[in-house]
């Protein structure tokens, strides 16, 4: 006769309850938003483990969520700020090894049913569980994204992963922390099974039964390397680290099992890690190095690797880095971007963009796909309309490739996003955001016309990159509804939105858009207004800067592999030729008119320009280009540079210097200004919008580890060489008066 007990409340907030025989633990911290493990935690699951075993009743476990969206979202990040030495990391690693041996090794089955967020720690402890289902809301998803910390799995995950599903998918997921959905993880061998949401406790029932009767019997095996191909690139940190390991990687799956072949694997897989991170990621080369302990000498010996790599990489700089960036986006995710934070945001159902080409179906496709409302791109003619509709569908149509998406998925997605040549479906849009060429007298234009045919509460945003705001509005009948959006190219792929107020904008326009730019995937910060705001303006000297460069004889090659090795995604050269060296050029008198010389761009890329030289959108820029790809740089280009094909052969670390400071000492100058909310919204804008080194914390955490009178010291004597271009900060001068950093109270 089936039973049922009913359930009991234990600590940690942790339950326990048996159903027909199947001992069900509940996890459901109080007080928080998702659950994370800690050793209170595991120890209190332990107990509850023995008590199910001692039960002669229980012939398996169920260990499920009680979180409405959430599974166990890792380790407790602020209790680990907590520990003093790394010897006291290493003892509590080794604890949750000793729980997860004693869960793996449990006499009764137990069933992890996963439903929403199943990452690091929580992945490890589903991983020592016999048995895993996940549901398929796209709310779940399966990872261990230590290394975007600058840590490694620790407890256990370096061992029990590549255990799983073979070393080669493991080290992806592994060295590049990203996540997988339910789908994938069940193609890897992560999970066993995925079941719609409804069905997620009842099957885990019913399976843990399964599996006590022995009616259940699970084979695994290595799925290899094809799955985790399809997983999709991932936004923020994870995004560094793409790409590491490459399908011609690995030749045989039969590669890990010999010890010849296990060389072959590693030392390849640390050649391709090494040439991506240039050793700045020391949580990478750890991992790899753990993981092959545990495959050349056993489980115990990799554990123990993974124990004392734990306990060492929490006191690195890295990894403190690294982890005040995730406090950092952590906290703007529950900011509304006001000084306000009763302000609520107002329902946005329709979006209209202005502008099609790159930036507008970029827009359109993470307000219509991502944010999943109904979008209307307008174009001036029917090539334009096309080509903001053409920018959408190649995203979903790389989605499909990548089967992240089926046929009728994209087709349905697709459907939110239409275009014409007229303002026919703008009357119901409660935002507009314009994507027009950077004239002020246009945006003005298309501002009168939107407000002759929109509802009286529509928000218009522009995503100018330069152009004041506050110019903007007074084109505007409604001037506390104009604010700015500035996306970042590709829309799709980049994870920063910078949104710019006026004085005027109104509090819920701002509170609104911010919301906004969260549902479409985005990391927003929130800026005041200003020439460049705050993003295009700490680029311009820093591209300015590698311009001086290129006219005192530097080579480009040397130049852009400078700024590489200091951090930077890109050289700026690169960089420049990515974002057009025609948008650089417009951008250049705006900055020298509202900052004087110090922002004057040299002349040393006029010839360049002259000789129709845009960059990669038309084939043609310092590099060549071949089907879109990159290759060598054009020899011809140094004809129209100073010097000529008379390069010299300048210091490295010297040209990242300056190149580096002069956007550390302009962020510092929007801090000064009040461009900048806080130090915070700058480190976080410089690293997801401009790809300024995560390692380092962004350029005001990098002004404070070098000690602002180390930075004054550096930039005077730069200005001693090179001019008024290098005029360090005012902020600077009055943090080494005070003898405080950027980020002191």
Not at 338 to 363: C, D, F, S
Not at 455 to 477: H, M, Q, R, V
Not at 523 to 540: C, H
Request: glycine share 10%.
């Amino acid at each position: 006769m089936a039973t049922k007990h009913e359930e009991v409340e234990a600590k940690q907030g942790l339950s326990y309850g048996v159903t027909d025989g199947v001992a069900v633990i509940t996890v459901d911290l109080p007080g928080a938003a998702v659950n994370t493990l800690s050793p209170e935690v595991g120890t209190e699951f332990t107990q509850l483990l023995l008590q199910a075993e001692r039960d002669p009743e229980v012939k398996a476990v169920v260990f499920i969520s009680g979180k409405k969206d959430n599974f166990v979202a890792g380790a407790n990040i602020d209790f680990l700020q907590t520990i003093k030495s790394p010897d006291d990391v290493v003892a509590i690693s080794r604890a949750a090894h000793a729980e997860f041996e004693r869960l793996e090794e449990f006499s009764k089955p137990v069933v992890a049913a996963i439903h929403g967020a199943c990452l690091g720690g929580g992945l490890e402890w589903a991983l020592a569980c016999h048995y895993r289902i996940a549901t398929d809301s796209p709310k779940t998803s399966l990872g261990l994204p230590e290394t975007q910390l600058g840590l490694i799995p620790g407890a256990g995950g370096t061992q029990r992963l590549p255990a799983l599903i073979g070393a080669q998918a493991a080290l992806d997921l592994i060295l590049t922390g990203k996540n997988v959905k339910a789908s994938k993880a069940k193609k890897l061998g992560i999970v066993d099974e995925v079941v719609p949401v409804p069905m997620l406790k009842r099957i885990a029932l019913q399976r843990a039964a399964e599996l006590a009767a022995g009616t259940l019997k699970v084979e695994r095996a290595h799925q290899g390397f094809k799955a985790v191909a399809a997983s999709g690139k991932k936004k923020g940190l994870a995004g560094i680290f793409q790409g590491l390991i490459s399908k011609d990687l690995w030749a045989e799956a039969a590669l890990e099992d010999n010890p010849l072949g296990r060389k072959v694997l590693f030392d390849q897989a640390k050649k391709a890690l090494l040439k991506k991170t240039r050793g700045k990621y020391p949580a990478q080369e750890k991992a790899l190095q753990v993981i092959r302990v545990g495959l050349e000498s056993g489980r115990k010996a990799g554990l123990e690797a993974e124990a004392k790599a734990f306990g060492e990489l929490v006191f690195t700089d890295v990894s403190r880095r690294l982890v005040e960036i995730f406090f950092a986006t952590t906290a703007l995710k529950k900011e509304n971007g006001t000084a306000n934070a009763n302000v609520k945001p107002r329902e946005v159902k329709k979006v209209g963009v202005l502008g099609g080409g790159l930036m507008g179906g970029g827009i359109a496709y993470v307000a219509g796909v991502l944010q999943g409302v109904p979008v209307r791109v307008k174009d001036k003619d029917d090539a334009g309309a096309g080509r903001a509709l053409k920018q959408a569908q190649s995203v979903l149509d790389e989605r499909v490739k990548r089967r992240s998406l089926t046929h009728r998925e994209s087709s349905a997605k697709m459907s939110n996003i239409t275009a014409g040549t007229d303002y026919s479906g703008f009357k119901s849009v409660d935002l507009v955001i314009e994507a027009v060429f950077e004239d002020l007298k246009l945006k003005h234009k298309v501002i009168a016309e939107v407000e002759a045919v929109t509802g009286p509460d529509t928000i218009f945003a522009s995503n100018t990159s330069s152009l004041p705001i506050t110019e903007l509005a007074k084109g505007s009948k409604r001037p506390s509804q104009v604010i700015g959006m500035h996306y970042f190219s590709p829309v799709h792929k980049m994870p920063l939105l910078e949104i710019i107020t006026h004085p005027g904008t109104a509090e819920w326009v701002t509170a609104t858009c911010v919301d906004v730019g969260r549902k479409q995937g985005k990391t927003v910060i929130v800026v005041n207004d200003g020439p460049g705001f705050y993003t295009s303006r700490i680029l311009a000297p820093y591209m300015n800067e590698a311009a001086h460069l290129l006219a005192e004889g530097a080579d480009i090659v040397q130049l852009d592999k400078a700024l590489v090795d200091f951090g930077f995604p890109v050289g700026p050269i690169t960089l420049l030729d990515e974002v057009g060296i025609d948008v650089a050029q417009k951008v250049g008198p705006i900055m020298e008119a509202a900052f004087g010389k110090r922002m004057a761009a040299p002349k040393a890329l006029d010839g360049v320009i002259s000789d129709g030289r845009l960059g990669r959108k038309t084939q043609k820029g310092f590099y060549l280009y071949e089907d879109g790809k990159k290759k060598e740089v054009d020899p011809a280009v140094y004809l129209l540079l100073p010097h000529g094909k008379d390069r010299k052969s300048l210091d490295a670390a010297e040209m990242a210097e300056r190149c580096a400071l002069q956007m550390v000492n302009e962020a510092i100058r929007c801090l000064g200004e009040g461009i900048l909310r806080s130090p915070r919204d700058g480190d976080v804008g410089a690293i997801f919008g401009l790809g300024f080194p995560p390692f380092l914390g962004g350029p005001l955490r990098y002004a404070d580890s070098l000690g602002p009178a180390h930075l004054l010291r550096k930039l005077e004597h730069y200005q001693d060489k090179y001019g008024e271009r290098f005029t360090p900060a005012p902020l600077l001068v009055e943090k080494v008066r005070t003898g405080k950093g950027f980020y002191d109270a």
